[in-house]
């Protein structure tokens, strides 16, 4: 269908379809524009796990899956490109539903508690957004679930979420893109930065669901209205939880660019941009060196504290 709305659009012509890879790039190259780095094309995951659902007797494998390794995991885009990325993308999934191979795959992991998530749920785990795996929460409480099907207890900071998700309150957590649309996390970073989040301490060494625990059994919090009094405010509970999602963002995102390989080349990205920016803002001041030199570490545009 997208082969044919691109040739009828005048976008593509029929001699450029020859070959099995071209005709792969010409379906699947417009929406990589749109996606970004570090991000699946959607269509070519919806025919990756179409395929993976073409192998025999792929329902009982995934339900075996299910019982042997009942954590919901996630795939990689492929660095690859072209038809071998898709192939690669492909064999993930089919790895994915298959008993003993799924545990090779990264977990995803809940940010409040740095848990891997489970399988089971109304939709199923694995379609659980990224940045709401307190969902899961609601799941309970909606009478399309079964109750058979919830595998682990929730503590009162998912039944909170929950609730408030109930009243048209959205809370977002880690997400890949909160260093920016150019640093975009693959989802194996994303899950190790979601771990961060989850195990980083504040300055009286609470972490995130520690914190919020304790806020929402507050006297405070407790006084505040389920739901804010006028559908054009935000809810007071929602607002003090949400706060503190984005204090444990900024102390999550310090500890990544310090401990993890991604994040220690989004550091390096981001001193050198500021470099940049300050060469810029010194040639604006004082106009150009004679001897211009590019701005190295420690030099007279870095930004260092002495030379700031």
Request: hydrophobic residues 35%.
């Amino acid at each position: 269908m997208t082969l044919a709305r691109m040739t009828v659009s005048g976008v593509l012509s029929k001699g450029y379809f020859q070959g099995i890879n071209e005709i792969y790039e010409a379906a699947f190259n417009p929406s990589k524009i749109l996606v970004g780095p570090g991000q699946r094309d959607p269509l070519a995951r919806f025919l990756q796990r179409i395929a993976a659902s073409m192998v025999p007797y792929s329902s009982s494998l995934r339900a075996a899956r299910r019982e042997v390794d009942p954590v919901a995991r996630t795939v990689d885009p492929s660095s690859a490109g072209g038809l071998m990325g898709f192939w690669e993308e492909t064999l993930g999934e089919i790895r994915n539903a298959v008993p003993g191979y799924s545990e090779e795959l990264p977990a995803r992991r809940d940010y409040i508690n740095g848990q891997p998530i489970l399988t089971p749920g109304i939709l199923g785990g694995e379609m659980v957004s990224a940045d709401m795996p307190w969902i899961q929460g609601a799941m309970q409480f909606s009478p399309l679930s079964a109750y058979r099907q919830v595998r682990k207890s929730l503590g009162p900071v998912h039944e909170e979420m929950a609730l408030l998700s109930g009243a048209g309150t959205s809370f977002m957590g880690p997400s890949a893109t909160d260093f920016g649309s150019n640093a975009r996390l693959t989802p194996s970073e994303l899950e190790s930065y979601v771990e961060t989040f989850a195990t980083v301490k504040d300055q009286y060494g609470r972490n995130f669901e520690l914190t919020v625990t304790q806020l929402i059994q507050s006297a405070q919090y407790q006084s505040w209205p389920l739901v804010a009094p006028d559908p054009r405010d935000v809810s007071l509970r929602a607002a003090a939880i949400q706060a503190e999602i984005q204090v444990f963002k900024n102390l999550a995102k310090e500890q990544f660019k310090l401990s993890t390989p991604k994040g220690q080349s989004i550091a390096a990205e981001e001193a050198a941009t500021e470099g940049r920016k300050l060469e810029a803002n010194y040639v604006r001041q004082y106009g150009m060196d004679n001897n211009p030199q590019p701005a190295q570490p420690g030099g007279p545009w870095s930004p260092t504290p002495g030379n700031r």
